[in-house]
């Protein structure tokens, strides 16, 4: 291999061992190839052709209470993402209880996007060298690549060796954290695939079969909303915060990411705990208004958040000034994004969804076979 060569060619030449390392290291970011990890291909393959059959036994064999109950599961293990490793521990931006911690610990199980020190590490790696060859999902190399692509392949050279830089100590001197480390696996399976397939069919009834395809599904969908704010909020849309960055505010991931789509702000003011500029009362921030609710509850405490004038210097300085005033027009005049209609909307829509699309496909059984088609 290229990589070693180096430092045994050149036997003559006396090298110190560190010079040797930073040699290896350069040369192995010069000479890196994408390699893939079939078995990553594979179990990605099983599991959407899994998740595309959850879909078909959602729509035409679940109960309602099954839809529902995965429902909100799938938002649960999403604040596991966005409450949880993403603002609190990758970020520091609020702190919070005990409790509260061990909740989005929890609920983090249920995600299974790797433990929360390794997705913190990552996160952290990606913030810090953003868009280089240290960034785990860099996505100058395109949409595939930053969405699920860089799971596919072994990691850039640079992301192991530029990642050892970044401080993790406050996680590994963390309890929860360190206790979730331990027993990831047996937790992760428990919470994402056991325990919400066995639920519906002990509660009300489910066919096991459905229960499991459904739960596959769910996870799927949450991995496909995480993988959107490295992909399309990296790509598709606008930048008034910093227009000399890759990161945009992506309009539809504010939405299915639960608040995290407002990715030109975040990535200049990381450690804001709304990763918005607004709050959820003026914008749609799911997350961000379910962690105020556990502060008016006293849960969480010193929520960090940049004053308006901070931000308006930033504008100024390397933002984009007359989109920036657009925008706050926009939240000005949208009425409707200082209600909770959104968010009702949100939570609502996929059942009513399900509820007029079976309606409508009894109507046309009934007329096609004059037979009335009952749903579970
Ligand atoms: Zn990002
Ligand atoms: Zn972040």
């Not at 999902?137 to 595939?144: A, L, T």
């Not at 606008?238 to 990411?257: G, M, Q, S, T, W």
Request: charged share 20%; aromatic share 16%; with cysteine.
């Amino acid at each position: 291999m290229p990589t070693n060569n180096l430092c045994q060619d050149s036997s003559d030449v006396i090298m110190s061992k560190s010079k040797c390392a930073i040699s290896n290291a350069n040369n192995q970011t010069k000479s890196y190839r994408m390699e893939l990890v079939w078995r990553n291909i594979w179990l990605m393959l099983a599991l959407h052709i899994a998740s595309g059959y959850g879909i078909y036994a959602g729509i035409f064999h679940a109960r309602y209470l099954t839809f529902m109950f995965n429902y909100l599961y799938l938002i649960l293990t999403g604040l596991g993402i966005t409450a949880g490793a993403h603002r609190l521990w990758a970020h520091r931006s609020y702190e919070a209880s005990r409790a509260t911690r061990i909740l989005l610990m929890l609920f983090n199980c249920g995600a299974l996007q790797n433990d929360i020190y390794e997705w913190c590490r990552d996160h952290r790696v990606h913030h810090k060298f953003s868009e280089t060859d240290a960034d785990p999902h860099d996505s100058r190399r395109g949409f595939f690549f930053a969405h699920i692509g860089w799971l596919m392949c072994r990691k850039h050279p640079e992301v192991s060796r530029k990642g050892g830089t970044v401080s993790m100590q406050d996680l590994a001197d963390d309890a929860i954290i360190q206790f979730q480390r331990r027993y990831y696996k047996l937790l992760a399976t428990f919470f994402t695939f056991i325990l919400p397939s066995y639920i519906p069919c002990v509660c009300w009834n489910e066919n096991a079969y459905v229960s499991i395809f459904i739960c596959t599904t769910r996870y799927t969908l949450l991995l496909h909303a995480t993988w959107l704010v490295n992909s399309a909020a990296h790509l598709w849309g606008k930048r008034p915060y910093d227009n000399h960055i890759n990161p945009v505010e992506c309009k539809f991931v504010e939405i299915l990411a639960l608040g995290e789509g407002y990715h030109n702000y975040h990535h200049v003011f990381p450690y804001d705990y709304s990763a918005s500029e607004m709050t959820w009362l003026n914008d749609i921030n799911f997350t961000t208004m379910v962690i105020d609710f556990l502060a008016s509850l006293g849960m969480v405490t010193n929520r960090k958040k940049v004053d308006s004038n901070t931000v308006e210097k930033r504008v100024q300085r390397s933002g984009d000034v007359s989109l920036y005033r657009q925008y706050q027009q926009q939240h000005q005049r949208s009425w409707w994004r200082h209600t909770p209609l959104p968010m009702m909307i949100m939570f609502l829509a996929p059942v009513f969804a399900l509820y007029i699309y079976r309606r409508l496909l009894s109507y046309l059984y009934y007329l096609c076979f004059h037979i009335e088609n009952r749903w579970p």
